[in-house]
């Protein structure tokens, strides 16, 4: 069949028909261009309306920053204050209803707070006045009976509570004695040779010495040694009253006459019958005259200005040397012996006593078992509003305010551990007894205690630091305003306060609050805070509430000041990846204490004395931190179990280099192994004759003594006792190599 052919006459219509595709072929390329234009113009609008915004509006901040921005908007100084006012409504003294009543108040608040709380209670030694007597007798007066009183002063309901227990050294024995008196400056071992100098015979006299530069309790242990068979320890107007030239309280900040400073002269830390072990309800105790009490053996008591005015003007005999007279109104200070004498009577109650710790917990959520602690002591001599409420108010706060933002959903990595210590006044018992019961526990899992205390005198920001934690505390105090500047931050003025470019820095170590059994006998790292200095009021019945409101802190800026401070540091410790903990400082600073001991050794001429292998372990110390603090800037974002594993090893190593500057001979040149840090700790002041912290106190002490040697004619004496300051820098040449190795995190 023949293949049908195409009709010609529909030609025309198919050109017309391709035509028409093409134009609509044309016409939708166009609209096509045109959708490419204008997106393409709306994502360059868009990515220039970003890059504006990035510009012009403050960046959104970190989780971290954020919770911490939360915290420190959220302290309140109302909040602060009514904390303060409701924990120094009455007396308090360690073991007594009334100190009770303050733990069940921050029990409750506790609570209150969403935290997990309760009790440790420990059986303890304390001491309680019965009876006081000071009669002052002269050949040509009448006697005359010492009032031994603080006077109410108007204005003031705190100082005429009928509750305010007397006036009394805790742990001195009872006595009565009669006999001459002898003036001692500030009782130091230097004071007691000048005596000695003078011709003036201590033994069998009543010393009579002034508070200030060194403990109370070593003012009665030098009296005893240099024979004296009692004590009376006053407050000198130029030491606590600005020379009577400012106002005295209530009409300026400074102590009132009649002002009296209480406190214990024992002379140990912790239960005196349960030395190195918790005193818990059936502990072993020992006999109350065992030398290891460390009780003192002379009875002594604490006397006002007031009191002290008569019976130094009844001395004769040569004048003081200059430097002892202070500004009571005397024409001059005479150091006797005698004639003015004194009829010494004083009675005590030891006794047994329960004693309560509070503890509450924050649970870390990845870490759980790493405790961040955070200690306050909550006994008072009296009302304590300074010492130690400032601290437990600020401590409450920052309960308060970390349970909030865990209501919102911030959660820390680590646990942390909120504590209110019990007879801190005695002895620092209370955190010394818990730290002995939970010793192996912290050493595992401690990373740092952050202690307050008398944290609030008034203006100006100072801190006792373990070195590692210095990098820490500076770039918290850049977050927080300072309480008495108008721009200030706290790091600004705290430089300012200084010389130089960097903050000054304090120490711990001398053992005079609770942070002692922390880095002395577990070897935590710790931290102490405190704006203002010397508390003119320091355990007198003046230390309340209306002397905070009116001189210390009206408006309590500086207790939040504190306490933003002491919440972020908890903040940090709890929940950055790493532990920020910098070992590099530590080590710099280990350099340039052992070329002071390089210096001291070359300034008396020591013989075969070395210090380099002090100097070669600090060496490999810093090689060691410089490399762990390489690996912990490594990305620590993964998850993944390899990942968090050489975190976790990184922090181990981080959490226990402190750990290993211990010793469990401890300090034995002092004769207290209870403290076994080598680095920092107390000297002996019968030897050394510093109130506060020493470093490489083994060293300073042999290094003392056998420069007391060295005016000897026994050349065998002198080689031991210049062989014992070797040994010692040996000793602690040893722990440093020791944190060394455990930085590096490698077996030899």
Not at 126 to 150: D, N
Request: aromatic share 10%.
């Amino acid at each position: 069949m023949a293949r049908p052919q195409c009709d010609s006459t529909h030609a025309p219509f198919e050109v017309l028909l391709q035509q028409l595709l093409q134009l609509h072929t044309q016409r939708c390329r166009c609209r096509r261009r045109r959708r490419f234009v204008l997106l393409g113009v709306f994502v360059l609008l868009l990515l220039l309306f970003i890059t504006l915004l990035q510009i012009f509006m403050p960046a959104r901040p970190g989780p971290d920053t954020y919770w911490q921005q939360e915290f420190i908007g959220s302290v309140n100084n109302a909040s602060i204050r009514n904390h303060v006012f409701c924990l120094t409504k009455e007396p308090h003294v360690a073991g007594t209803p009334e100190d009770f009543a303050t733990a069940e108040y921050v029990f409750q608040r506790f609570q209150d707070y969403g935290l997990s709380a309760h009790y440790t209670d420990y059986d303890v030694l304390l001491s309680y006045p019965l009876h006081r007597s000071l009669i002052l007798s002269a050949p040509t007066k009448e006697p005359l009976v010492l009032s031994l009183k603080e006077k109410p002063v108007e204005g003031d309901v705190y100082s005429s509570n009928p509750k305010v227990m007397p006036t009394f050294h805790g742990f001195s024995p009872s006595g009565n004695v009669s006999a001459e008196v002898v003036y001692a400056n500030y009782g130091r071992l230097e004071d007691f040779q000048k005596l000695e100098n003078l011709g003036i015979n201590v033994k069998d006299a009543i010393v009579i010495a002034r508070y200030g530069l060194i403990y109370r309790g070593d003012i009665v242990e030098n009296a005893a040694l240099a024979g004296a068979v009692a004590v009376v320890i006053y407050s000198d107007p130029q030491d606590y009253a600005a020379n009577y030239t400012q106002g005295v309280y209530p009409y300026g900040r400074w102590l009132p006459p009649s002002g009296t400073q209480r406190g214990s002269v024992y002379k140990g830390l912790g239960d005196p019958l349960t030395p190195g072990w918790p005193s818990t309800p059936d502990a072993e105790r020992i006999s109350l005259t065992d030398p290891e009490t460390m009780l003192p053996t002379i009875p002594s008591l604490p006397i006002s200005a007031e009191d002290a005015l008569p019976i130094l003007a009844s001395l004769s005999g040569p004048t003081s040397p200059a430097e002892w007279h202070g500004a009571l109104d005397l024409p001059q200070y005479r150091v006797g012996r005698g004639p003015g004498a004194l009829n010494f009577s004083f009675s005590a109650n030891q006794t047994v006593t329960q004693i309560r710790n509070v503890i509450a917990t924050i649970k870390g959520a990845e870490e759980p078992d790493r405790y961040i602690i955070l200690g306050n002591h909550r006994d008072a001599w009296v009302f304590g509003a300074v010492d130690p409420h400032s601290g437990t108010a600020s401590l409450l706060e920052v309960a308060q305010r970390l349970g909030e933002l865990v209501v919102k959903g911030w959660q820390p990595r680590r646990s942390i551990v909120l504590c209110s210590w019990d007879a801190e006044e005695y002895g620092v018992v209370g955190s010394t007894e818990w730290v002995g019961q939970n010793i192996d526990l912290l050493g595992i899992n401690a990373v740092a205690y952050l202690n307050l205390d008398a944290c609030v005198i008034g203006p100006g920001f100072s801190a006792g630091v373990s070195p590692q934690l210095d990098g820490l505390l500076q770039e918290v105090t850049k977050q927080v305003k300072d309480p008495d500047s108008v721009d200030d931050t706290v790091f600004e003025a705290w430089i300012a306060s200084g010389k130089g470019s960097a903050p000054l820095i304090g120490r711990l170590g001398g053992g005079l609050t609770d942070f002692a059994a922390f880095l002395q006998h577990a070897g935590v790292p710790a931290l102490d805070l405190e704006f203002g200095d010397d508390n003119p009021m320091y355990h007198s019945v003046y230390d309340n509430f209306n002397w905070v409101e009116k001189f210390g802190d009206p408006l309590f800026h500086c207790h939040v000041a504190v306490t933003r401070l002491l919440g972020l540091l908890a903040m940090r410790l709890s929940s950055d990846a790493v532990l920020p903990l910098d070992y590099i400082t530590y080590a710099t600073e280990l350099q340039s204490y052992a070329m002071q001991v390089q210096t001291q050794l070359a300034q008396c001429k020591a013989p075969s004395v070395s210090v380099n292998p002090l100097i070669s372990a600090i060496s490999s110390m810093k090689e060691a931190a410089i490399q762990i603090k390489q690996q912990a800037k490594q990305p620590q974002g993964s998850l993944s179990p390899s990942a968090v594993l050489r975190r976790r090893f990184v922090n181990d190593r981080l959490l226990q280099a402190e750990r290993a500057f211990l010793d469990d001979k401890g300090l034995t040149g002092i004769g207290q192994s209870w403290y076994r840090h080598l680095v920092y700790g107390p000297v002996r002041e019968n030897v050394y004759g510093t109130y506060g912290t020493t470093t490489f106190p083994g060293i300073q002490t042999a290094l003392a003594q056998a420069l007391a040697e060295s005016n000897e004619h026994d050349n065998d004496a002198k080689r031991r006792q210049w062989a014992a300051v070797q040994h010692e820098i040996w000793r602690v040449a040893r722990v440093v190599e020791r944190s060394a190795l455990v930085l590096q995190g490698s077996l030899t």
